[in-house]
C-alpha cells in the first residue's frame, strides 16, 4: 500500500516538476513571480485536447498515450502556449518591465491569470473534460505498484525532459545564454548577448513545460478551467522548497510536494494533501530560508 502511494506521489510531483521549472526560468531572468503561469498549463491541456480530437488519440489498444497523434497534438499543444506567453509578454509584461518595479509585475500576472482563466470558460466551457472516455486498466509493474500505461507514460517523459533540459541548458549556445542573463543581465548585454530575445525565449521554453505539465495532468485526472489555479501555488512551493532561482531545486521540490501529499492521504485524508505540501515548505525554509538547492549567502 505505501509503494502504491509512492509511486502516485511521483506522477503528481512529475507534473509540479515540470510546472516549477517553467516558474523558475520566469523569476530567473525575468525577475518576477508570475501567477499567471498556472494558466499556461491550462490553455496547453486545451489545445491538446482540441487537437486529439482532430488527430485522434492513439490506437484501438487503449490508452491515450500509444499513438503519434497523440505525442503530436503534445507538440503542438506547447508551441500554441509557447504563442500565448509571448503575446501575453508583448502585451502586458513588455510595458510594465520599463517601471522597474517588480509588485507592479506580480499583480499585473494575478489580472492575466483571471482574464485567461475566464477566456478558457469562454472557449471551452466550464465542464470538465478527458482526452478518453475509455477505461485505463491498471497493471502491476512492481510489487505493490498498480499504475496505467498513461501514467508509466507521465513518468517517462517528464524524466526524459529533464535530460534534454539539462543538456540543453549545459550544452547549447542559447542554453548558457539563458543561464548568463539569469546570473547577470546587465553583463551579459555588454557581452554582446540578445537580452530581449533570451527572454523571448524564456517564455517559449517555460510556456512548453508548462502546457506539457497541463496535458499530464488532464491526462491522468482531468482537465477543467481551474486546473491551472489549482496548480499554481503548489509550483510556488515546490519553486521555494527546492531553492528560488535553482532549476534542479524545482524539480527535487516538485517531487517531495507530491511525494508529501500523496504519502499524507492514508493518515490526514484527501481533504488536507495540499495543506501538507504548505506545511513542508514553511518548515524547510525555517531551517533553509533559500530553500534546499538555492544559493547560499
Avoid: C
Wanted: hydrophobic content about 55%; proline content about 4%.
Amino acid at each position: 500500500m505505501i509503494a502504491q502511494y509512492v509511486a502516485d506521489g511521483v506522477i503528481l510531483g512529475s507534473t509540479l516538476a515540470l510546472g516549477a521549472i517553467g516558474l523558475t526560468l520566469t523569476y530567473n531572468i525575468l525577475r518576477f513571480a508570475n501567477f499567471a503561469h498556472g494558466e499556461f498549463l491550462t490553455f496547453g491541456a486545451y489545445f491538446a485536447l482540441l487537437l486529439t480530437a482532430l488527430f485522434g488519440t492513439g490506437t484501438a489498444l487503449g490508452p491515450v498515450t500509444f499513438g503519434g497523434p497523440f505525442l503530436l497534438a503534445i507538440v503542438v499543444a506547447g508551441i500554441l502556449t509557447s504563442g500565448v506567453a509571448l503575446v501575453l509578454d508583448w502585451l502586458l509584461y513588455r510595458l510594465l518591465r520599463k517601471s522597474e518595479v517588480a509588485v507592479t509585475l506580480v499583480i499585473a500576472s494575478f489580472g492575466a491569470s483571471l482574464m485567461l482563466r475566464n477566456l478558457v470558460v469562454f472557449i471551452w466551457g466550464p465542464q470538465p473534460e478527458y482526452y478518453s472516455r475509455s477505461i485505463a486498466i491498471a497493471r502491476e509493474i512492481l510489487p505493490g505498484v498498480r499504475l496505467t500505461a498513461d501514467e508509466v507514460f507521465v513518468v517517462a517523459l517528464t524524466l526524459a525532459l529533464m535530460i534534454a533540459l539539462h543538456l540543453f541548458l549545459t550544452r547549447t549556445r542559447l542554453g548558457k545564454a539563458m543561464r548568463a542573463v539569469s546570473d547577470n543581465p546587465a553583463l551579459a548585454s555588454v557581452t554582446g548577448i540578445d537580452v530581449q530575445g533570451i527572454i523571448r525565449w524564456t517564455w517559449v521554453v517555460g510556456g512548453s513545460l508548462a502546457a506539457i505539465a497541463g496535458v499530464l495532468y488532464g491526462l491522468t485526472v482531468q482537465i477543467s478551467p481551474e486546473m491551472g489555479f489549482n496548480l499554481i501555488l503548489p509550483m510556488f512551493a515546490a519553486a521555494i522548497l527546492g531553492g528560488v532561482g535553482s532549476i534542479y531545486g524545482a524539480v527535487l521540490g516538485g517531487l517531495i510536494i507530491g511525494l508529501a501529499e500523496s504519502m499524507s492521504v492514508p493518515i490526514l485524508g484527501s481533504a488536507y494533501e495540499p495543506a501538507v505540501g504548505f506545511f513542508l515548505m514553511f518548515l524547510i525554509l525555517l531551517v533553509y530560508p533559500k530553500g534546499i538547492l538555492g544559493e547560499r549567502s
